[in-house]
């Protein structure tokens, strides 16, 4: 048991995401100083304070086991930029430096990401640019403020290399990017917590795909009305593979009544379980102009698919890959995950050599995070082990993506991360994901249609106004008129005056 106390702040979340960033099952509690003076019964507390003195801000932080002091931190608003000025976002800065410090000296830990918690770490050089900093003052900012190692500072410029393209905040206003969402599936693998519905019969699927439809069409008259220009389109999940070819045919038919499909920049469509992809699927597919396909091995390790309830074997990834090849695929992704459990550093290189020996253009590498929902039950605090292990695991995907010529183009964080570390997108050359880059650096508006997906609409002033769908399939298709009006409305007032 942690017990925080606080004085001249309040930064309750910000503690406690410097605490998980070292401990995930520490309990803790919070109690503010100016009410009650610290009784020190807890096994440990810290105790934060924030000052101002003579117009620069100070916060410390000590760390005490019972009574006995054992490390204290302090940093000061002039020893420190952000990537732009501000007040409220400078104070919580400093008292969440200085709390992680004393962690990190109790820990002995070093985290790569130092003090960040976030999901979208490559906003910070985008936001920073944007703000006028010059690529000097942004490493400094990512080394001495947030506290990120060398390694992962080069790996963000790396991608920031590859997505700057995309940042055009002319183009990014004009544009619109179709998300649909499937949320079904063959089986529940026990790492995940998307919402899937699993073994409906075809009729609720059949239900499902009409009110889809109905959707999309109304999704894509708003975007028209609003002179948006339609990117590109992701068709995700769940499975959409899941899907007969009637009703994948339904679904494109829906987009071809609006657009001529080949002039979609891009259109994914995952078909990440091998255990649902058939040959006219394929075909289905590739008649329809998908441009990007997903075929998702997770590991190629038998043991660990078996464990995780995939339902499918290495042999079937390696079949279906070469069906889709076969037809004529030009952009295959495959999705793997580091650290489930049972598996060491071998096993992500025996998965990673055996990927990259297929030459698929993308590669999209995650790390496990540990879901509220998932059935799989987090595995017993071994902090210091899953962080070296993680890095390991990373350190050899990468090196081996590099060496057979695959670069970084996008990057994300997760809440619960194992070892807490990173989801990777790796690509060959010219062959990025441009919809994937989108979303994660909210650089466009994303209308989802579906359950799953959540809508962000770009207003004026560069915030996004999110939206999400109903996640019961009952909900979802009785109640789909509420949920065009709220898009409606949403699309009006965010997009007014642009
Ligand atoms: C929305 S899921 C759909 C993928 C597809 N249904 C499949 O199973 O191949 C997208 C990806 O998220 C990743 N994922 C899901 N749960 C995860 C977890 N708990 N930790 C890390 N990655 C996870 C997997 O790599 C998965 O392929
Ligand atoms: S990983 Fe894919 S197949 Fe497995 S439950 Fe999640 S969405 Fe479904």
Redesign the pocket.
Same mark, same amino acid.
């Given at each position: 048991m942690l017990r925080f106390y606080f004085s001249g702040h309040n930064f309750e979340y910000e503690a406690r995401n410097a605490l998980r960033v070292f401990d995930l099952n520490i309990e803790y509690d919070v109690k503010n100083m100016d009410a009650e003076e610290p009784d020190f019964q807890c096994e440990y507390s810290i105790v934060s304070t924030l000052e101002e003195q003579e117009g620069a801000y100070i916060s410390t932080a000590v760390l005490y086991r019972k009574k006995e002091k054992i490390n204290e931190k302090s940093f000061k608003s002039h020893e420190i930029i952000l990537e732009k000025e501000n007040d409220r976002k400078m104070k919580k800065t400093l008292v969440t430096k200085s709390i992680h410090n004393v962690l990190k000296s109790h820990y002995s830990i070093v985290p790569d990401y130092g003090i960040l918690t976030g999901v979208r770490v490559v906003k910070i050089l985008i936001a920073s640019r944007q703000y006028g900093r010059s690529d000097s003052e942004i490493t400094r900012i990512l080394k001495n403020t947030y506290e990120v190692t060398d390694e992962k500072i080069e790996l963000l410029w790396d991608i920031l290399n590859i997505e700057e393209k995309y940042i055009n905040e002319k183009m990014n206003k004009e544009n619109y990017n179709l998300y649909i969402g499937i949320p079904f599936?063959p089986t529940k +693998?026990s790492? +995940?917590?998307?919402t899937?519905f699993i073994n409906c019969g075809q009729k609720k699927i059949d239900d499902y795909v009409d009110v889809l439809v109905q959707e999309i069409h109304a999704t894509i008259k708003m975007a028209k009305v609003r002179n948006l220009k339609l990117h590109s389109v992701y068709i =995700? =999940? =769940? @499975?959409p593979s899941v899907l007969n070819i009637e009703q994948i045919d339904k679904l494109f038919a829906a987009i071809k009544s609006h657009y001529d499909l080949n002039s979609i920049r891009e259109i994914t469509f995952?078909a =990440?379980?091998p255990d649902t992809i058939t040959l006219e699927k394929l075909q289905c597919l590739k008649n329809n102009n998908v441009t990007r396909i997903?075929i #998702?091995p997770?590991s190629m390790n038998e043991k660990t698919l078996l464990s995780m309830g995939?339902n499918h074997n290495t042999q079937d990834i390696l079949e279906k890959f070469q069906l889709a090849r076969n037809i004529g695929f030009d952009c295959i992704n495959m999705?793997?995950?580091l650290g489930l459990p049972g598996e060491n550093e071998e096993d992500a290189l025996n998965t990673i050599e055996k990927i990259v020996n297929l030459k698929p253009e993308n590669i @999209?590498v995650?790390?496990? &995070?540990?879901?509220k929902n &998932?059935e799989?039950t987090r595995e017993s605090s071994q902090l210091l082990k899953d962080y070296n292990l993680m890095r390991l695991m990373h350190d050899e995907v990468r090196e081996s993506c590099r060496k057979n010529g695959y670069k970084p183009y996008y990057m994300y964080r997760?809440k619960n991360?194992k070892g807490n570390s990173e #989801?990777v997108g790796y690509c060959l050359p010219a062959k990025e994901s441009i919809y994937n880059m989108i979303i994660i650096e909210e650089l466009e508006t994303i209308l989802a249609c579906g359950i799953g997906g959540s809508s962000k609409i770009m207003t004026e002033n560069n915030h996004h106004e999110p939206l999400r769908n109903f996640k019961s399939l009952e909900e979802y298709i009785s109640r789909i008129d509420e949920i065009l009006e709220k898009k409606k409305n949403l699309l009006n007032s965010s997009l007014e005056g642009i």
């Open positions: 599936c +693998c790492y +995940c917590s998307f899937s =995700g =999940g =769940g @499975t995952e =990440g379980r997903s #998702n997770q995939r999705d793997v995950i @999209t995650h790390s496990l &995070a540990y879901k &998932a799989l997760q991360i #989801n």
